[in-house]
């Protein structure tokens, strides 16, 4: 027994392994598979890429790259077959994760490379390699609506907010800058991390809308999404960072595929038109604007009882309600729509009568019949538990604007290419895109940002006593 208990007592002293004694996500100690370098990639046919779900990173619209990441893939691809002792070709398999999930990705051995399109912090307990630089020192830097007040030096934004994605770069920058506000006895930046539905792109939109104040991103990324959102404006001067490069990540026990990234990025050149596709697809597409102006407050204040009223009786949100409201009328109950969409929440007489709804002339029959409806998508189409309520929403939403038959075939679709088809963000609406194009994926995406920015300001949008109530 002593010297059992001796054996033991030597044990607990050595040293851990840095996997288990660095502190990380939880994917990052999760069981990884076996290594694949450069021969059993090519081997097996198929590079597994691991990209930011981002549309600016890695998105697709009828058959045409949009993703920044996209043009860079596609020719390491062709790098790669070029260079194939057998004449065996490889293909991409893209895998979108979200930005923040990349690296754990990458450990567990979900693919074989990292392609962030942005810039990617890497924290203690991410074993990765990092590959040389595609651009290097990139600034990160302020971005707000034209119009908005000046700032002159980062000292002017002490006590102000910036909007930020999730796995924003921005945070780390902010850690410092804090630091030094401090030692000035000067109130910090404050960090509003916004909903994970939405990406760079979408942040940036509801700064120009308005309904965010202002963020902070990396300067090619302000630039290129201000081509297509004119209202931007990109603060070139206010740098909060510019000490970060933009990378690819392999695994350390990926040494030949490193290699060769690092000698394809030694001759590639950016095509001279690799935004035309971006600019021609998304010119006319994100004009999102802010449902809380003074006329906008005004005219949802008339239809808010109503809308209570029918969210309680079918189990939403009333303020979901009167989000895809203001999409659909921008809360004017007398509009008309083509074929046959009428009123507040622009329902047809068909959808109408499908729920027992003859009358959507008036207000209560309009919002009536349209509550019913998303119901009964929800309820036959959308109510399993496998669905969290964000993107069963999505989904519901989905359904409302492009019929859910046709949604459920895009999951299926989504499940056959390996994506998850229980999230519509970033996942189906992949699928969406590159078969139908923007316009279910914009439509979804409005009324779940105009979702967001009431959700924002319920305080103000409820009367006391229900806020009391609900309490």
């Not at 027992?356 to 538990?385: C, E, H, T, W």
Request: hydrophobic share 40%; with cysteine.
């Amino acid at each position: 027994m002593l010297r059992l208990l001796l054996v033991l007592c030597l044990l607990a002293a050595l040293p851990l392994s840095v996997s288990a004694r660095v502190a990380g996500p939880p994917e990052v100690g999760s069981q990884a598979r076996s290594a694949r370098d450069l021969p059993a990639i090519r081997s097996s046919g198929e590079l597994r890429v691991l990209v930011n779900q981002s549309r600016n990173s890695s998105g697709s619209v009828k058959g045409q790259s949009i993703g920044v990441e996209y043009h860079r893939l596609r020719a390491f691809e062709q790098y790669l077959n070029r260079n194939s002792r057998d004449g065996r070709s490889l293909r991409l398999k893209i895998i979108p994760k979200a930005k923040d999930q990349l690296l754990g990705a990458l450990q567990r051995g979900e693919g074989d490379l990292v392609a962030p399109g942005e810039l990617l912090n890497v924290r203690t307990g991410h074993d990765v390699s990092a590959s040389t630089a595609i651009r290097r020192e990139v600034p990160l830097v302020l971005v707000s609506k034209q119009g908005n007040r000046h700032y002159r030096s980062l000292e002017q934004l002490a006590g102000r907010s910036l909007s930020l994605p999730a796995g924003s770069a921005v945070g780390e920058a902010l850690r410092r800058i804090n630091q030094q506000l401090e030692d000035r006895k000067l109130p910090p930046i404050v960090v509003e991390w916004v909903d994970p539905s939405l990406a760079v792109e979408d942040v940036l939109e509801m700064v120009q809308a308005g309904i965010f104040e202002r963020t902070a991103v990396e300067l090619p990324i302000a630039e290129r999404w201000a081509k297509v959102m004119p209202k931007l404006r990109v603060d070139k001067h206010l740098i909060l960072a510019r000490d970060g490069d933009m990378k690819w990540f392999v695994r350390p026990d990926a040494p030949m595929l490193r290699a060769s990234i690092d000698r394809f990025f030694s001759t590639y050149q950016s095509p001279a038109d690799q935004d035309a596709a971006f600019q021609r697809v998304y010119r006319r597409l994100y004009k999102v604007h802010s449902p809380l102006g003074r006329t906008e407050r005004q005219r949802l204040e008339k239809v808010r009882p109503v809308l209570q009223q029918h969210a309680e009786q079918q189990g939403f949100d009333w303020l979901m309600l009167a989000a895809l409201a203001f999409k659909e009328s921008t809360l004017n109950p007398s509009a008309r729509g083509a074929s046959g969409a009428t009123g507040l929440m622009q329902i047809t007489p068909a959808a109408a009568r499908s729920v027992g709804v003859s009358n959507i002339q008036n207000l209560d029959g309009n919002v009536q019949a349209s509550s019913k409806y998303l119901a009964m998508i929800r309820r036959n189409f959308f109510n399993s538990p496998q669905l969290n309520e964000r993107e069963r929403m999505a989904f519901v939403l989905a359904g409302y604007n492009l019929g859910p038959q046709r949604v459920q075939s895009l999951r299926a679709e989504a499940r056959r290419r390996g994506l998850n088809p229980n999230q519509w963000f970033f996942q189906v609406e992949r699928v969406a895109m590159e078969q139908m194009g923007m316009g279910v994926v914009s439509y979804v995406n409005a009324v779940n940002k105009y979702y967001l920015a009431y959700d924002r300001e319920r305080y103000l949008l409820e009367p006391q006593s229900q806020r009391l109530t609900a309490k």
